[in-house]
Structures are given as structure tokens and as C-alpha cells.
């Protein structure tokens, strides 16, 4: 039986999380894709698997739009430096609040004032103070590991009651290609996986951060949690 024992906060894994932030706060604009397969836990223990997919057009400091899909809604946000829209295409609704600021702050507040949540919204906090790295409780290299036929590095972390795995690409352009996290407040661990697809020569045109509302589509109220 092996022994639960604390890894230690290895200084090599952190500077790999510090290059790899650093490196993503250059990419100026971008598309970036995800595959996430997540866990939902019954209360008898029993584990079912969802799957959503998400695209992010980016362009730093403040333009982004992200198409989000899942089984259970399909939505699209559009930000242009100026207002940030959620948009329901199937029922028609969209919500627009005011806003200006860059992608870090935009994804925190939308977070905070109305429970909406950017997929890999990690990738606009690393490389900033926003995602701080002396809160690890741990931090070991587990080694390399392949992915599609690329060398990746494998790293994992442990912060409060998570833990999460994250595999780099190898080389001079460290971007994260997958990423795991075990939620260890639930003692029958869900996970969920990040498959990760970069474009940094992306074709789209800087009209896609413009939201123009669809024929027929109605304006609601984006309810802040302050109001609740």
C-alpha cells in the first residue's frame, strides 16, 4: 500500500508554470479550442461523464468572443472593449453589460457579479497576479509524455483541495495542450479533462467581436448575484 505522503513544492515546476504564463501573456490574437470531459457525482457515488466544447477568438487586451456548447445550452460571448453580450442562439436572448477592461479582469468579473464562466479562462489569469504561485501546496514534474506525436511536459499541482495536472509543449513555445483537475472536497474525486488546440495565426476578422443582434432575438436583464 503506498504511504500518503506530501510532495514538495519543486522550484523547476513552478518556473515551468511561470514560463509558460509568460509566454501566453505575448500571444497577441489567437484561437485557442477545448474538449472537456468532466464528471458528475450521484448520491449513491455513482460517476456520469458529460462532454463540452468551447472556441475563443482572442485578441489582447480586450476583444474576445467564445462560442460554448454543451448537451444542456449553447451560448456565445462576445466582448469588444466596450460591452460584454451572452448571447442563447436557440431561444433568441441575449444580455449586454456594460464593460471595460482587459480579458483578466473581464473573465474574474463576470465570475464574481454573474456566475458566468469563460472555458479555459486560466489561460487570461497565468503570467498574471491574478493566479498567484506561491499558493501551491505542492509542485512535482512527472515526467514527458506524448501527445498526437508531440513531446509534452507533465506537470502536477496540488492547491488546497484540488489537484490538477497540466502537460506543456516542450521547446520554445510552452503552451498548455491538457489539463486535468480532481476535486478533492468530494471524497469520490471528480475529474475533468481539457484537450487543448491552438491556432496563433488565426483567420478571423476583427468584426467577430462585434455582437449584432439576430433577427428576432430579444434583449433580457444579465441578473447580477449582488441583486440576488
Do not use: C
Amino acid at each position: 500500500i503506498l504511504q500518503a505522503t506530501a510532495h514538495a513544492v519543486d522550484p523547476a515546476a513552478v518556473q515551468a508554470l511561470k514560463e509558460m504564463g509568460a509566454y501566453l501573456q505575448t500571444l497577441k490574437r489567437f484561437t485557442v479550442s477545448t474538449e472537456l470531459t468532466g464528471e458528475r457525482v450521484l448520491a449513491d457515488g455513482q460517476k456520469l461523464q458529460h462532454s463540452a466544447s468551447a472556441t475563443l477568438d482572442v485578441e489582447r487586451p480586450d476583444k474576445l468572443r467564445a462560442n460554448m456548447t454543451s448537451a444542456r445550452s449553447a451560448r456565445v460571448l462576445y466582448y469588444d472593449g466596450k460591452a460584454v453580450t451572452l448571447l442563447t442562439p436557440a431561444q433568441k436572448y441575449y444580455s449586454t453589460v456594460p464593460f471595460s477592461g482587459n480579458l483578466t479582469e473581464l473573465v474574474n468579473k463576470l465570475e464574481e457579479n454573474y456566475a458566468v464562466e469563460i472555458p479555459l479562462s486560466d489561460l487570461f489569469l497565468w503570467g498574471t497576479p491574478a493566479a498567484p504561485v506561491d499558493t501551491l501546496d505542492s509542485a512535482m514534474n512527472a515526467g514527458q509524455d506524448v501527445i498526437d506525436g508531440e513531446l509534452y511536459d507533465h506537470f502536477a499541482f496540488r492547491q488546497g483541495n484540488v489537484d490538477w495536472q497540466i502537460w506543456i509543449a516542450a521547446g520554445a513555445r510552452p503552451l498548455p495542450r491538457k489539463l486535468v483537475i480532481t476535486n478533492r472536497a468530494d471524497e469520490a474525486r471528480p475529474q475533468s479533462v481539457s484537450l487543448i488546440e491552438w491556432n496563433l495565426s488565426p483567420g478571423f476578422k476583427d468584426s467577430v467581436f462585434n455582437f449584432i443582434p439576430p433577427k428576432g432575438s430579444t434583449a433580457v436583464k444579465l441578473h447580477s448575484l449582488a441583486n440576488k
